[in-house]
Antibody, heavy 121, light 108 residues
Framework: EVQVVQSGGGLVQPGGTLRLACTGSGITFSSYEMNWVRQAPGKGLEWISYITSSGRTIYYADSVKGRFTISRDNARNSLFLQMNSLRVEDTAVYYC??????????????WGQGILVTVSS | SSALTQGPAVSVALGQTVRITCQGDSLRIYSASWYQQKPGQAPILVIYGKNNRPSGIPDRFSVSSSGSTASLTITGAQAEDEADYFCNSRDSSGYHPVFGGGTKLTVL
């Protein structure tokens, strides 16, 4: 059975830190690009970070650049998001998602269950 | 704001056909994929490329595209299709994914 399990969310004060983790079982992450996507309450999906399979190429959305760090451990089939200097506007459900390329298309085929990050004093 | 633009909401009578559209310059270069999200759940991939559906997705879901517009069509909408639908492609640079703002589908 394929499972993508996320952990690490919770309530944090503005300026605080959190580290999210995403681990796959029954599914391989190591050969694939991975992404973090978030969804603020009642809003749409916002891409925030991307990492290649090797970890050598990384991109961030402007909204999190300089504050968030994406990383991966292919031996543990895991993806991470270190979130520093958190702001109220970072409050959202955070999803990890595996990216695939096939038949000339790029798409996100497996998503974690989502984990809520609440930034509030 | 999203680099991909979707209408906020659409409704369809049970068993009828509905089209959801997504516009963006990057769609001239990159194909769209579509995701269904029900309240409190993670998005799931419903279709990508030229009508490629993951296992378990019914064939009433199809896609088409023309220029900078991609469309998701549901032929014979069912009650369980009521959800938010998001389109996704690459940004114009090709570096990372980008999403549309989502369209809320109501099945009457």
């Amino acid at each position: 059975e394929v499972q993508v399990v996320q952990s690490g969310g919770g309530l944090v004060q503005p300026g605080g830190t959190l580290r999210l983790a995403c681990t796959g079982s029954g599914i391989t992450f190591s050969s694939y690009e991975m992404n973090w996507v978030r969804q603020a309450p009642g809003k749409g999906l916002e891409w925030i970070s991307y990492i290649t399979s090797s970890g050598r190429t990384i991109y961030y959305a402007d909204s999190v650049k300089g504050r968030f760090t994406i990383s991966r451990d292919n031996a543990r089939n895991s993806l991470f998001l270190q979130m520093n200097s958190l702001r109220v506007e970072d409050t959202a459900v955070y999803y990890c998602a595996r990216e695939r390329r096939n038949v000339g298309a790029t798409f996100l085929d497996y998503w974690g269950q989502g984990i809520l990050v609440t930034v509030s004093s | 704001s999203s680099a991909l633009t979707q209408g906020p909401a659409v409704s369809v009578a049970l068993g009828q056909t509905v089209r959801i559209t997504c516009q963006g310059d990057s769609l001239r270069i990159y194909s769209a994929s579509w995701y269904q999200q029900k309240p409190g759940q993670a998005p799931i991939l419903v279709i990508y490329g030229k009508n490629n559906r993951p296992s378990g997705i019914p064939d009433r879901f199809s896609v088409s595209s023309s220029g900078s517009t991609a469309s998701l069509t549901i032929t014979g909408a069912q009650a369980e299709d009521e959800a938010d639908y998001f389109c996704n492609s690459r940004d114009s640079s090709g570096y990372h994914p980008v999403f549309g703002g989502g369209t809320k589908l109501t099945v009457l």
